[in-house]
């Protein structure tokens, strides 16, 4: 079987999470190439060395450039803090490597966009960490929209909420810094939405947003793992210059209605993020807390037998699902991740283009550039005119 040699840059949350991705693919799935974790890259050789060993990798680099430009390497995996991306990107495609970046795929629409030309110029795959488009619950809502079972869409209400970060002690970690991260929840957490939005109901025209900082100054950080952190002793104070909580509504092309919320301080949401999409037929609900599940209200059932009743996303004809367990087990976050890989893997095998490519990147890049202005002037932005 012909083999892909991946590189992966960053060693931590994503990098852990992609590796798993990259040790199942091929277990799981009839991929069409055989996917090596080749060589992983990171700034700390200490850390980088202990990742190659817990994670399976062949190498490691302290170097990212010299990564992409091995010759053993055939695919570029970024996951590093966003203000990278571009940089790293256009390296890669430049050395004419296929990439899978984490999302967002870059700070500006911009960024974004000389990011697409270069891969464009290149004639590479490439694909944006979008992971939860490939939940079989968002795929099996897409099947159900596309072939008409919700009739014409009239609203998507979306929230990705998470609450790491309300205590004042917490630290101003890379997340909270926009010079690394670029935004706050809108980036990390709103950009997920989005995509869910664009993926299942279509583009979105012009949007009116707020943003909000509720805590303007935290202690410098000391370590990280994952979205657990610790202040330096005695730390002075900086200033937090992204939004905690992010706000907008919006009109999708088709006219249909938006509203997202993305924010890291919804007291008992650890990793929650949830739409629901009403149509002239009927009404779906997806919850990331009950992944292997989607609700979903028929408006055409018989009367007085109305209700949302719950679609177990466990069988065997579901999106994915086939691969894992028999039906009735259920799968997790991490599922989404090895969803996402062999997609990438069957793109580059086959020929074909990934999805969500470069472009979706863009177009998130717009929307949330669109919301930004939004907040600043406290006026519509058409999305389109980023
Ligand atoms: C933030 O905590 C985060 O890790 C995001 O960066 C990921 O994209 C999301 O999938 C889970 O939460």
């Not at 809502?141 to 909420?161: C, D, N």
């Not at 010079?179 to 012009?206: K, N, P, Q």
């Not at 799968?331 to 490519?357: L, R, W």
Request: a negative charge.
């Amino acid at each position: 079987m012909r083999e892909l040699n991946v590189g992966m840059i960053g060693y931590k949350f994503m990098g852990k999470a992609h590796s798993n991705a990259y040790a199942r693919v091929n277990m799981f799935f009839d991929a069409d190439m055989q996917v090596n974790r080749k060589v992983i890259c990171g700034r700390d050789e200490a850390g980088v060395k202990a990742a190659m060993d817990k994670f399976g990798w062949q190498d490691y680099e302290t170097d990212w450039r010299k990564m992409i430009a091995r010759p053993d390497v055939d695919v570029v995996d970024i996951n590093s803090p966003s203000y990278l991306h571009k940089e790293m990107a256009i390296a890669a495609a430049n050395e004419g490597k296929h990439i899978l970046c984490e999302k967002p795929l870059a700070f500006s629409t911009a960024d974004a966009r000389e990011i697409v030309e270069a891969a464009n110029k290149a004639g590479i795959k490439h694909q944006v960490g979008f992971n939860y488009r490939f939940a079989p619950a968002i795929v099996l809502a897409k099947q159900m929209i596309e072939s008409g079972r919700l009739g014409k869409i009239f609203h998507f209400r979306g929230s990705y909420l998470q609450d790491y970060i309300i205590s004042p002690d917490y630290p101003k970690v890379w997340r909270l810094d926009k010079s690394v991260a670029g935004s706050g929840s809108l980036g990390d957490l709103g950009a997920h939405v989005i995509d869910c939005a664009r993926y299942l109901v279509g583009e979105i025209d012009r949007v009116v947003g707020m943003e909000k900082t509720f805590i303007t100054e935290r202690p410098i950080a000391a370590s990280m793992t994952g979205v657990s952190a610790t202040a330096q002793a005695n730390s002075p104070r900086e200033t937090v210059d992204v939004d905690d909580a992010t706000h907008f509504l919006g009109e999708f092309k088709n006219g249909a209605l938006l509203s997202i919320e993305a924010t890291r301080f919804a007291a008992g949401h650890r990793n929650d993020m949830s739409f629901e999409i009403n149509g002239s037929k009927g009404s779906i609900k997806f919850n990331l807390e009950r992944i292997c599940e989607l609700q979903y209200y028929n408006a055409e059932a018989e009367e007085g037998f109305q209700g949302f009743t719950t679609i177990s996303v466990t069988e065997g004809t579901h999106p994915y699902v086939y691969a894992w367990w028999p039906a009735g087990h259920v799968y997790g976050y991490e599922h989404t991740m090895v969803h996402e890989v062999f997609e990438f893997v069957q793109a580059i095998a086959n020929d074909k283009p990934a999805s969500p490519d470069f472009n979706d990147g863009l177009k998130c890049a717009q929307v949330m550039e669109a919301v930004d202005l939004s907040a600043q002037r406290g006026a519509w932005v058409e999305v389109d005119s980023l």
